[in-house]
């Protein structure tokens, strides 16, 4: 049967022609000196594939069909399924900037061989789109708590934590090409993906949920030929060395934007919003990141001149705190989600501490303080407990409050004319690489200063149906829920920290 595919792809391969009565013209042109010679690793035949991606999908809805009649979404833990509300308005973006990736490169690289590749990988990204929103509407229709799934694409871009999200998967698409690919391929999908559509489905099944599990498995499937595709594509650039410099570069740079957001956002979702725990995200990050991505992938390429990311060791002294920072400038400011929250318990204090020695000194009392605030008769939120809120990084968009609020590395400079805030060196550096990149962005803080919270909250439409309850809660109890009239009450004021 293999040799049956080589003979039958080599076939392919000999119907491959160049044009002579048109000129080819690049859409999406490149700094990178690219060999013509390449190989597919996967030599894909597209009707195999279509065939083999078809049964995977009758699979997966079928299983989703009996989830439903099984009343599954409805005996998730609840916490884990608030967490699903962010996850699932944040994905389908990302699959949505992977699938154009692939045609910037089809443009970009004049590589039959690469370009199947490609081809199917775009395929594939197009399959996630709808699986995800898929398992979205799956939530929406049967989860006894609709509201943030029904507006999760429009929250998407609302959110001041998914703008974040945003910046970051919005380098597969952004820039040069071949960079684009190392963003996606060769950080987000070979390093980030296991975390997330391996390590993560054991965290959604531990806590009552088969669908996701289902169908992120099905996704990672596919993952392992973009993987290989990265790599294909990687090889082939550093078979000349005039590119190594260029993607040395390119690896440091987005191995830390991915480092920034997936591991504040994922390493959040696994550690806060699980009622069951199977592990503290660092230890996953260890596994998949450090031991699998760094100590197998990139190691094989240090032959060709490759190193690890140069900022692999501010990441590796992060991965300590980076979520619980997260996590706790995102319940701060709670009323501004579209899901709800529920607070660690004094109990799960107790794992959190054993887990990550020193949690109870550096987070115990915001979370004491916490749990005495989620009744609106109290008539406080946690944001009030700072004397400002925390800048966002002009680079990732992120808090600038890593790794820690009390040692955070911050800092606030005048770049462009214009006074800037940066999270840590990393994305210093990257701004004064590409200026022009990031100088526009105009944040959350920018965009709603001087604004009351509750007219924030009405503007992005973070209202339940009734008019007055808010779609997000500090707690995940149907009693004593938060309006907007408890908000307005709070004659809480958005200041943009770098105003003040």
């Known amino acids: 049967m293999a040799r049956n595919l080589i003979k039958a792809h080599d076939k392919v391969k000999g119907l491959e022609w160049t044009p002579t009565y048109v000129e080819p013209e690049t859409k999406y042109p490149t700094k990178f000196h690219i060999p013509k010679k390449a190989k597919d690793p996967f030599r894909h035949l597209v009707r195999d594939y279509m065939a083999m991606e078809a049964e995977k999908d009758h699979r997966q809805y079928g299983f989703l069909d009996g989830a439903v009649r099984m009343d599954n979404a409805n005996q998730v833990a609840p916490r884990f399924a608030e967490g699903m509300k962010p996850a699932m308005a944040i994905l389908p973006f990302a699959e949505y900037a992977a699938g154009k990736c692939q045609g910037q490169l ?48 429009k929250a998407f871009g609302t959110h001041f934590l998914a703008s974040a999200g945003r910046s970051f998967f919005e380098t597969f698409i952004a820039g040069d090409p071949i960079e684009c690919s190392i963003s996606l391929q060769v950080v987000g999908e070979t390093a980030f993906t296991n975390p997330l559509f391996v390590a993560f489905p ?171 605030m989620t009744d609106p008769r109290n008539g406080q939120i946690p944001a009030q407990l700072f004397p400002s809120l925390p800048p966002l990084c002009q680079v990732c968009q992120m808090p600038c409050v890593f790794p820690r609020p009390d040692t955070s590395t911050m800092r606030i400079t005048e770049k462009a004319g214009k006074k800037r805030a940066f999270c840590s060196e990393p994305c210093e ?17 920018e965009r709603f200063d001087g604004w009351d919270l509750a007219d924030v909250i009405t503007h992005l439409g973070y209202i339940r149906p009734d008019g007055k309850t808010l779609i997000a809660q500090p707690h995940l109890n149907h009693d004593h829920m938060w309006t907007i009239d408890d908000i307005r009450r709070l004659k809480f004021e958005i200041k943009d920290p770098l105003r003040q």
């Open 429 to 445: 550096w990257m701004f004064d690489l590409e200026p022009q990149r990031y100088t526009n962005y105009t944040n959350w803080y």
């Open 202 to 372: 054991n965290t959604a099944a531990a806590n009552g949920d088969q669908a996701t599990p289902t169908v992120f498995l099905s996704i990672q499937s596919d993952e392992a030929r973009h993987m290989a595709n990265g790599y294909a594509t990687l090889v082939t650039v550093l078979s000349d060395d005039r590119n190594l410099p260029l993607i040395q570069e390119a690896i440091d740079k987005y191995f830390w934007r991915g480092h920034v957001f997936i591991d504040a956002f994922l390493g959040t979702l696994t550690d806060y919003f699980s009622a069951n725990r199977v592990g503290a995200y660092k230890n996953m990050w260890q596994q998949w990141i450090i031991d699998d991505w760094v100590g197998s992938f990139i190691a094989r390429l240090e032959k060709f001149g490759l190193q690890p990311p140069r900022w692999l060791p501010h990441a590796q002294e992060n991965i300590q705190w980076l979520n619980h920072s997260t996590a706790m400038a995102a319940y701060a400011m709670w009323p501004i989600a579209f899901w709800r929250y529920d607070a660690p318990t004094e109990h799960e204090q107790d794992w959190f501490e054993t887990q990550y020695p020193g949690w109870n000194s550096h987070y115990g009392k915001f979370w004491d303080a916490y749990r005495q």
């Open 106 to 153: 089809i443009s970009a690289v004049d590589n039959e061989e690469l370009r199947n590749g490609y081809l199917a990988q775009m395929l594939d990204e197009t399959r996630h789109v709808q699986q995800e929103m898929y398992l979205g509407r799956y939530y929406m229709k049967h989860y006894h708590d609709p509201a943030g799934f029904d507006i999760g694409q």
